[in-house]
């Protein structure tokens, strides 16, 4: 039991509730959509308080937070910030050529004083990687997340499509605690043919003592996506790895000329907003027969330890 740093203030872990741990909330939008993406979010948080939602976990590393400013005001779900660090492609200039021991100076201001003019503090480490091999760059930024990790007592949060297992690796190397890291997106490397091979991958991980969150059970259930990764977690829940397993959505938008793109929702069916948990992994896992005490482990149980250092 411990507080942790929230969008508006500190919050005890025992207070965290039902917790999606890998959202986008502040997603980017046109200085000029802030009214209409104010009131998109507004109503996708609204939707969640008939789950009675606690927490969420925002995973926008790079996220101007301040023009969410009144946002964060009406909002009654805790919600954390993230710093660290995202695809090349996204990296800041100040980032780019910054040394280990520079990246830490500048994120451990975030921690002690807060991102922007609102001073808003972050309360976990997002780091990113497309594939196994890491470039110079990349392993600064995983040293930088693990020295944070251990002086701050942050949870890491990984972006891992590709090479979870040795981003890992990568991260017990240089000392990190597993106990305290979830990697996402494993999921989406699994399919028909190549299962058994890679959930050798996912043991390997959870064995390691770390943890996986998984977002992606596609958009109905004739697809392939949604059986993979219900094989997994069925999989998971044989194994008594749940200890170990997070649900969440990964629900996050861009504006494309004066509309609004939701991402994972150009198909029929299921769309990928907050409630994508609610509405359809949940009914999708209770007809494999998990129980409510099951799916409170990866919702309310899980979150709270990892946050519980």
């Known amino acids: 039991m411990r507080n942790i740093n929230t969008a508006s203030g500190s919050v005890n872990t025992e207070n965290m509730g039902i917790t999606l741990m890998h959202e986008h909330v502040f997603n980017l939008y046109p200085y000029y959509k802030e009214k209409e993406n104010t009131e ?12 009675n939602v606690g927490t969420i976990v925002d995973l926008t590393p790079y996220a101007k937070i301040g023009s969410y400013k009144n946002f964060i005001n009406q909002c009654d779900i805790n919600i954390v910030c993230a710093m660290g660090f995202f695809l090349d492609k996204y990296v800041p200039a100040s980032y780019k050529n910054a040394s280990v021991s520079d990246l830490v100076e500048k994120l451990s201001k975030k921690v002690e004083i807060g991102i922007g003019e609102n001073k808003y503090k972050p309360g976990i480490i997002k780091i990113a990687a497309s594939s196994s091999k890491l470039s110079d760059r990349q392993m600064r930024f995983f040293e930088a997340a693990v ?10 949060a990984t972006h ?3 090479g979870g297992l040795e981003h890992l690796k990568t991260l017990l190397q240089m000392g990190a605690i597993p106990e305290h890291i979830y ?8 399919d028909s043919k190549n299962f058994d091979f890679k959930i050798d991958e996912i043991k ?26 219900i094989r997994l977690i069925e999989y998971l829940k044989k194994s008594e790895f749940l200890s170990q397993t997070l649900i969440s959505a ?25 409630s994508y948990v609610f509405d359809f992994i949940i009914p999708a ?11 409170n482990q990866m919702l ?8 519980d250092f």
Request: glycine share 4%.
């Open 183 to 190: 990697l996402s997106h494993l999921e989406n490397e699994i």
């Open 204 to 229: 390997d991980v959870i064995n390691n003592h770390a943890n996986i969150v998984i977002t992606n059970f596609g958009a109905n259930d004739r697809g392939s996506r949604y059986k993979s990764s």
């Open 285 to 295: 896992l209770k007809k494999v027969r998990f129980t409510d005490h099951d799916i």
């Open 147 to 156: 020295i944070l990790q251990k002086k701050y007592k942050i949870p890491i």
């Open 160 to 162: 891992s499509p590709f």
């Open 250 to 274: 990964d629900s996050n938008w861009r504006w494309k000329g004066n509309a609004l793109k939701l991402r994972d929702s150009q198909f029929n069916g299921a769309e990928k907003t907050y």
């Open 300 to 307: 309310i149980s899980n979150p709270k330890r990892i946050f």
């Open 40 to 51: 998109y979010v507004k109503k996708q948080i609204e939707k969640l308080m008939a789950y």
